[in-house]
């Protein structure tokens, strides 16, 4: 999911759940298809030879949902007065008006498992991208700028994160469409998490439960949550898993004209004032923690909220456009609001550490919001509640 400061825009994934079955046909070219140009670098020479590129090395299962892509291009601001020292819950309605068109590209992910090699009985996820008839040049681009982003994060083997999803190869269908392999290590993602986690808190509400269900109290109850994490993982490990709409940073690319993918950020950028490769670079790692800081703020809200009462955008929108980052003012908004006490509760802990964090990687500024590592190393981030 890419996000972005207000009045930008951006684009966010949905997921559907659609299962279709049937046989797919394919060609037997050679990775991705002509169209897909990815820089030959010495680094990515060893991942790019690593990968399977025969489809008949691989057997494709079911279906397991597909996404696509919203286009939000504003927001309908809340302009309140210097009057105005109180909000109600009226005005987060108010904000659901903004401008949103469904993207063109719509990708379908299948199950499957390597069927020959060294890597015989390896789970995959398939992504598949449209061709062009289908996605235009947009899907082939996208397509050509995640396998870019795997070739350069995967050219070491010996030194490839682990919060990222493992590319283990591709191939074209004669259709165009390009199929990219994946290691499945799990399908679910942190609104799925969420999701069960507010459920449980409706449940409980609905039995007459007086203690809210705390998701991160014992790592045991996550564990026994089948539908979050696989049935045999010691522990949950998050995974970046679409990096179709990632930019490279590099100071080598950035004097290098921006492809389409990357205008919104540099657009974003300009309207920052960064317009020189090192202000760019900078406001581009800043412009990840504050999309970072909304997810920590989805986290931190929606598994204590009951279903309904609390959803992606929503959380955004009173953030950004309602209070113009103003935690503190958020903070004493939902203080007020019973259904979300539980979650204000949650960034009280460790002495407001939790706000403390939230507010820092949603600075205004980009250039004062912190870098991965001292969010990683923040006091609430070692908190024992985590």
């Known amino acids: 999911m890419t996000t972005t400061v207000p009045s930008h825009s951006s684009r966010v994934s949905f997921l559907y759940n659609s299962f279709i079955h049937g046989s797919v046909n394919f060609s037997s070219s050679c990775l991705l298809n002509s169209n897909l140009k990815f820089k030959e670098q010495r680094s990515s020479r060893i991942c790019k030879a690593s990968l399977i590129t025969n489809p008949e090395d691989f057997e494709v299962g079911r ?10 291009t504003s927001y309908s601001k809340y302009n309140a007065g210097a009057e105005d020292v109180q909000y109600s819950s009226s005005d987060a309605d108010r904000l659901r008006v903004q401008d949103v068109g469904e993207g063109q590209v719509k990708i379908r992910l299948y199950e499957g498992r390597i069927t020959q090699g060294p890597s015989k009985g390896t789970r995959v996820i398939f992504k598949v991208y449209p061709g062009q008839r289908a996605g235009g040049t947009e899907a082939d681009m996208m397509a050509a700028n995640e396998l870019n982003a795997h070739l350069f994060l995967q050219s070491d083997p010996k030194d490839i994160c682990k919060n990222i999803q493992i590319l283990l190869g591709g191939f074209e269908t004669q259709t165009g469409e390009q199929w990219l392999a994946f290691r499945n290590d799990g399908k679910y993602s942190a ?15 609905l039995l007459g439960e007086q203690n809210i269900w705390n998701p991160f109290e014992q790592e045991l109850k996550i564990k026994r949550r089948s539908t979050i994490v696989e049935k045999d993982a010691a522990y949950l490990v998050p995974r970046l898993r679409d990096l179709a709409f990632s930019v490279d940073l590099r100071n080598s690319t950035l004097e290098e004209s921006s492809g389409e993918l990357s205008d919104g950020l540099w657009r974003r950028a300009s309207s920052a004032s960064a317009f020189s490769p090192k202000e760019k670079r900078a406001f581009g790692i800043a412009d990840d923690i504050y999309g970072a800081g909304l997810l920590f703020a989805y ?9 309904g009462i609390m959803d992606a ?8 456009n309602t209070f113009q980052l103003d935690l503190v003012a958020a903070r004493e908004y939902c203080l007020a609001d019973d259904r979300l006490l539980e979650a204000v509760k949650f960034l009280d802990l460790d002495g407001g ?10 600075n205004p500024d980009f250039r004062k919001r912190p870098v991965a590592e001292a969010v990683l190393n923040h006091q609430f981030m070692n908190a024992a509640v985590l």
């Open 353 to 362: 550490s939790g706000w403390q964090l939230l507010q820092a990687m949603l």
């Open 191 to 205: 609104a799925d998490y969420a999701k069960v986690a507010s459920d449980k808190i409706s449940k409980d509400s």
């Open 299 to 307: 986290l931190a809200f929606f598994p204590f909220c009951e279903t």
């Open 313 to 320: 955008h929503s959380l955004q929108r009173l953030l950004e």
């Open 63 to 72: 279906s397991v949902g597909s996404y696509g892509f919203m286009n939000i």
